[in-house]
C-alpha cells in the first residue's frame, strides 16, 4: 500500500521563526513529490519536485527532494501569518500512464503574531 | 484566471438519497479527478477521468459512485443511497496532463462541495 507520512502534524511558531514541514513516502511508480498549501477549502500548488537534490525555492518558502531516503522537506523563512494554512504533500504515482496523487494527512502550521 | 469551480458550495441530503456534484473544469484540461476529505482527515483519491472513461479509480470509488461527463463543460460525481460516513468534501480538480506525457505539477482544485448527511 502507497504511504505518505508527513511529520509534525501540528506546529505553532511566532512570526518570523523558520520551519522545516517533513514529508517520507513508500510508493510504487513514484513520478514526483508536490507540496500544496490548504487555507480554507481548494489546495493551491506549491512545488513539484521530481530529482534528487534541486531545491526548488519561491520566495520564502523551499523545497528539497532526496528520492535515496525517501523524503522532501518544506522550507519556510521569516514565517508570517499569512503563512498559517494545512501543508500537503503528494506524491504522483504512475501506473500505464494512468496518473494520482496519494496524500499525506498535512501539517496544520499556525503563526502566532 | 481559469479556475474549477463546483456546485453547490454545500448540500445537505437524507441518508439513502442521492446526490450529484457538479463541476465545470479548466476548458483545455483533459483530465479530471474527484478527491475526498473527511473532516479532519487527509485527501483521498477517488477517480480519474479521461476521454470520457474512467482512468484509475480507488477501493473507496465502489458501486455507489459514478462519474459522467454529460457534456463538453461539466463533469459530474453521482452517489446514490448516501451514507453517514459519505460526508465530506469533494474537490473536483483538473490537469492538462497528456496521458503518458510530462505531468506539469499543476493539479488545479475546486473550492470543493461539501457534503454532510443526515
Known amino acids: 500500500e502507497d504511504k505518505v507520512v508527513q511529520s509534525p502534524l501540528s506546529l505553532v511558531v511566532h512570526e518570523g521563526d523558520t520551519v522545516t514541514l517533513n514529508c517520507s513516502y513508500e510508493?510504487?511508480?513514484?513520478?514526483?513529490l508536490l507540496w500544496y498549501k490548504q487555507e480554507k477549502k481548494a489546495p493551491t500548488f506549491l512545488f513539484m519536485l521530481?530529482?534528487?537534490?534541486i531545491e526548488k525555492k519561491s520566495g520564502r518558502l523551499s523545497s528539497i527532494l532526496d528520492k535515496k531516503e525517501l523524503f522532501s522537506i518544506l522550507n519556510i523563512t521569516a514565517t508570517q501569518t499569512g503563512d498559517s494554512a494545512i501543508y500537503l504533500c503528494a506524491v504522483l504515482i504512475s501506473n500505464f500512464g494512468n496518473e494520482k496523487l496519494t496524500f499525506g494527512t498535512g501539517t496544520r502550521l499556525t503563526i502566532i503574531p | 484566471e481559469p479556475e474549477v469551480t463546483q456546485t453547490p458550495s454545500h448540500q445537505v441530503t437524507q441518508m439513502g438519497q442521492e446526490v450529484i456534484l457538479r463541476c465545470v473544469p479548466i476548458?483545455?484540461?483533459?483530465?479530471f479527478y474527484w478527491y475526498r476529505q473527511i473532516l479532519g482527515q487527509k485527501v483521498e483519491f477517488l477517480v480519474s477521468?479521461?476521454?470520457?472513461?474512467?482512468?484509475?479509480k480507488s477501493e473507496i470509488f465502489d458501486d455507489q459512485f459514478s462519474v459522467e461527463r454529460p457534456d463538453g463543460s461539466n463533469f459530474t460525481l453521482k452517489i446514490r443511497s448516501t451514507k453517514l460516513e459519505d460526508s465530506a468534501m469533494y474537490f473536483c480538480?483538473?490537469?492538462?496532463?497528456?496521458?503518458?506525457?510530462?505531468?506539469?505539477?499543476?493539479?488545479?482544485f475546486g473550492e470543493g462541495s461539501r457534503l454532510t448527511v443526515l
Open positions: 480538480a483538473s490537469s492538462e496532463t497528456l496521458r503518458g506525457l510530462r505531468f506539469t505539477g499543476e493539479l488545479f
Open positions: 510508493v510504487t511508480n513514484f513520478r514526483s
Open positions: 521530481t530529482s534528487s537534490g
Open positions: 477521468f479521461y476521454n470520457n472513461e474512467i482512468s484509475e
Open positions: 476548458s483545455n484540461h483533459l483530465y
